[in-house]
DNA sequence: ATGAAAGCGCTAACAG
DNA sequence: CTGTTAGCGCTTTCAT
């Protein structure tokens, strides 16, 4: 062992077929440049035969396609950016593209090195969950050639490239609508800190919908945890806000037969403590999530929500990342995913 | 826009400083090479003004070193991978490294095709969570100097290489001894396929309890699942799993007081199947999991089961490539992490 | 302390 | 159809 034989090169098919490395590199890396068939099959035997595998980075130098795109999301142990990735993943390598995969962990420092190792790695492409609002640097990348994605959250003072949203105003509103014709008049809404275009637009849909129907909003049933989202794990944090969050309204004298959370996460843990005190969902209180994360079929009482199509999402970005780097007209600049209501039995019909 | 300017290279900063390309490379690439501080600080200022950004792909075919890792697992979306990945990335990160996402989505052929890419993309080593036993091509690899560590399935004919492991069978007899402390005696196991060392070893442990208090095993107590894994996610599969199992049991005339499960996500179908029938847990059936995911603290009753750590498996596994790559001693070639027991609310005390 | 030059493995003009 | 050759951007030996 230890035995790292110098790797055989093209140079060296070529010397044994005494033919040209050009030859040789035109039929190993399928170009579609004549050879004739007699010289082809006696490259590929030797190839074959000297256990040739071509090395990538000659041709990325030469050719400036290192056929890697790159990917950055807060954190891939949060489901829904693992949906995403995967999404983003299958139809790069479908396309014949890798994908060189950080984490931000919401550290807008981490994100601007992992921007700077990925152009220097020269990825032909970025798809990023931005956490950070200062663009320069990207901006400055972007006009240097490098094509860049941006999910979910809206970024808007970027220069160029495109973006796949989602339209949580709708979602919100499709939401509280749905509570509304089940026939419920007093609804909650909980959720982490509207430090977020997400965030502020399930709210923004929630409010859409009260005002449609003229009820005025409960300031006391409007519930925004203050706490900063610290070192615990995000799934965890969000959890504990849910139980956390609709303690206060418990508390209340006078509850809201119904609550909007700002997502799964959150929900489950109001499913959790409602149940921990003993109030039933639905009989004595609905509860509808926000995103559709897996986990809300497998509990008890299934919860309703709304669908945000993650996997899709990576599909999507990487399919319009992938044009933009084969073409220069790009048709279409931004998609906004559509939220769908999931209903299932955490909310009741209100008489 | 799509003015891709010609970017800038060491050559045009030699050029502009009037020195030569060497002194420019010593200085940008942080080499401990002399340089006078005159000329290094021009270098540097000169770099600046021109927006120079390394071009790593040269540095790359001239070092033959990638900085990149490969990591291959079944699906991202399977939350124990994302964790392990999770750690993974970070240790790559802060040592320098990249790393490229590859999911196999348990198929052979997919796995091969990722094993080859990586390769030939020089990275400079591969953490796989292989689902094939065929390791002729890794095998071919290693003896080419490709570094590689297993996680979790242990690859007994790998010939080279290190191994993270997870002590499965320790971790079924302490689930089962947790049990068999609360007074259980009659004691079923729920599994998905044993088709796999970690599922086998569950079970062993599992029958390494009960024979060791001569508690005879009962056949019909013992159900493992014959689906053949499918189009559906793996986390909902294994939740209908559990739901599907579980009825079999419940149906017999002599149930059993207690479950294990094969991991988590069954176990949560088990729960969610009994809540579904009017079973209450723990009151009158126990159930203790494994793999201990987030998940089954957040839901009621919160799941007592053994802790898998997975993020810390994805840190071990990635110092260990890491060191392989640095120094030609390996000291461990194996590592096997230690189960522990999570009580929670899901087993009851018997008398 | 600095520079000239070779070359990593590959591709792609260009010439024949 | 085939071969020659010039690099891609960088590092590194060797000479100065």
Redesign the interface.
């Known amino acids: 062992?230890?035995?790292?034989?110098k790797?055989v090169t093209i140079y060296d098919i070529a010397k044994k077929v005494e033919t040209s490395t050009a030859t040789v590199s035109r039929v190993l890396s399928n170009s579609n440049y004549p050879v004739s068939q007699e010289l082809r099959k006696k490259i590929i035997k030797v190839a074959k035969a000297l256990?040739y595998?071509?090395?990538?980075?000659?041709r990325?130098?030469k050719t400036?396609k290192?056929m890697?795109i790159g990917v950055i999301v807060p954190?891939?142990?949060n489901?829904f950016y693992?949906?995403v990735?995967?999404g983003i993943?299958?139809t790069a390598?479908k396309n014949g593209y890798?994908?060189?995969?950080?984490?931000s962990h919401q550290s807008p420092e981490l994100e601007i090195e992992h921007i700077?190792?990925?152009?220097?790695?020269?990825v032909q492409g970025l798809i990023i969950s931005s956490i950070s609002d200062k663009f320069d640097l990207l901006n400055?990348y972007i006009?240097?050639?490098l094509n860049v994605v941006a999910i979910d959250e809206k970024l808007d003072n970027l220069k160029?490239g495109c973006q796949i949203l989602f339209d949580y105003r709708k979602g919100g509103y499709i939401a509280t609508k749905h509570l509304l014709e089940k026939g419920h008049r007093k609804i909650g809404y909980v959720t982490a800190p509207m430090d977020r275009p997400s965030r502020i637009g399930i709210f923004q849909g929630f409010k859409d919908a009260l005002l449609e129907n003229n009820i005025m909003i409960n300031e006391a049933w409007i519930q925004v945890s203050n706490n900063v989202e610290g070192s615990l794990?995000k799934?965890?944090y969000e959890?504990k806000n849910g139980k956390n969050l609709i303690r206060n309204i418990i508390n209340l004298p006078d509850r809201p037969t119904a609550i909007l959370a700002c997502n799964d996460?959150t929900a489950?843990?109001v499913l959790?403590e409602l149940?921990?005190q003993g109030i039933k969902v639905p009989d004595q209180m609905s509860v509808i999530g926000f995103d559709n994360i897996?986990?809300g079929?497998?509990?008890?009482p299934a919860l309703s929500t709304i669908d945000h199509p993650k996997?899709e999402m990576g599909v999507f970005s990487c399919n319009m990342l992938l044009e933009r780097l084969n073409e220069?007209n790009f048709k279409i600049n931004e998609i906004v995913l559509q939220p769908q209501l999931i209903e299932r039995n955490s909310v009741a019909q209100i008489y």
């Open positions: 062992m230890i035995v790292i034989k790797s256990n595998v071509p090395n990538m980075s000659g990325q130098l400036n290192s890697a954190s891939i142990s489901p693992s949906s990735v995967l993943e299958e390598r890798n994908v060189l995969l950080c984490n700077q190792t990925l152009f220097q790695k020269q400055d006009s240097r050639g160029i794990n799934n965890v959890f996460m489950i843990g959790n149940e921990a897996e986990l079929e497998m509990i008890s996997q220069d």
